[in-house]
Structures are given as structure tokens and as C-alpha cells.
């Protein structure tokens, strides 16, 4: 396992969230998007560091509204997967949103990202919804996206 560290997404660095955007998700993410996303009330981005070498491996774009939290975006370089960055990147969002009020967390993911899944349901995401067609992949095929929400509180601790 990579020694993985968290932390807040500098405005110089959104050149490398699109960057890691486009690898992971096989497609473009222009930069004028990721600022729009950065400057949504309550929004913020948290990078993922292999701390061995310093080099950002992935990203999660959230924000707070009220007393909800949302994940906007995850990503993680391909070589990189399986290593703990979402996990800790995931627990990052889940205490950020728990120390801003938030009491429940929401994300939507492709039913057809069976990972990201897997991985959301240990950590205690419950699936609460369903959109048909709503993601278009790279080669124009639809997928469905499941909306999965986390009930937050204090003494929450995540897997």
C-alpha cells in the first residue's frame, strides 16, 4: 500500500484535477468546468498525494449545503486504483462535511463502475436512487447512475 496523504487543492492546481480527470474517466474535463464546480457555495477539492514521490494521484470535488454534503467528483489515476486513495480521500469528504454541519453525504456513481460501488457500500453508502441513461461513456454508450447517500454524525467513524 502507498503511503497516501489528503489535502486541500490549491486554485494553481486545477490544471492537475482535469489532468486526472481525463485519465480516469476517459475524457476531457475542461478547466473552465472544474473552476465553475470550485466556486459553487460550500464547494471544495482534496487531492490525493503518494507521499513517496509527491505526486497527485486523485481528487474529490464536494460541497455543503445546508446540512448535506454532495460529492461532485472522484477521481484516481488508473495506476494508481486499488491503493487506498479513494478510501482516504472518501474519509477526508466524510470529516470535512461531518465538521461543517453536514448530516448525510450523497454521491451518484455509473452502475457500471462496480469498484466504485463495492467500495461506497463498505463505507456504509446506502443506494437511495436510480437515473437510467444518465452518464454517456466514452464510446456513447448510457449507463444508469445510482444515487448512494451516508448518514453523517460525530461520533461516525469510516471503515
Request: net charge positive.
Amino acid at each position: 500500500m502507498k503511503s497516501i496523504i489528503i489535502r486541500n487543492m490549491d486554485w494553481g492546481e486545477i490544471e492537475i484535477v482535469n489532468k486526472i480527470f481525463g485519465e480516469s474517466f476517459n475524457e476531457p474535463y475542461p478547466e473552465s468546468v472544474t473552476a465553475s464546480l470550485l466556486r459553487l457555495p460550500g464547494a471544495w477539492c482534496q487531492l490525493a498525494i503518494d507521499e513517496e514521490n509527491g505526486v497527485s494521484i486523485g481528487f474529490l470535488i464536494a460541497r455543503i449545503i445546508l446540512d448535506e454534503a454532495e460529492i461532485l467528483s472522484v477521481g484516481i489515476l488508473s495506476a494508481s486504483r486499488r491503493q487506498g486513495a479513494a478510501r482516504r480521500l472518501l474519509n477526508a469528504a466524510c470529516e470535512r462535511a461531518i465538521s461543517l454541519g453536514a448530516l448525510a453525504l450523497h454521491l451518484e456513481v455509473g452502475e457500471d463502475n462496480q469498484g466504485a460501488v463495492a467500495l461506497y457500500r463498505k463505507m456504509e453508502f446506502r443506494p437511495t436512487g436510480r437515473r437510467p441513461n444518465y452518464y454517456r461513456r466514452a464510446n456513447r454508450r448510457r449507463v444508469a447512475a445510482i444515487l448512494m447517500t451516508r448518514k453523517l454524525t460525530n461520533s461516525n467513524k469510516t471503515k
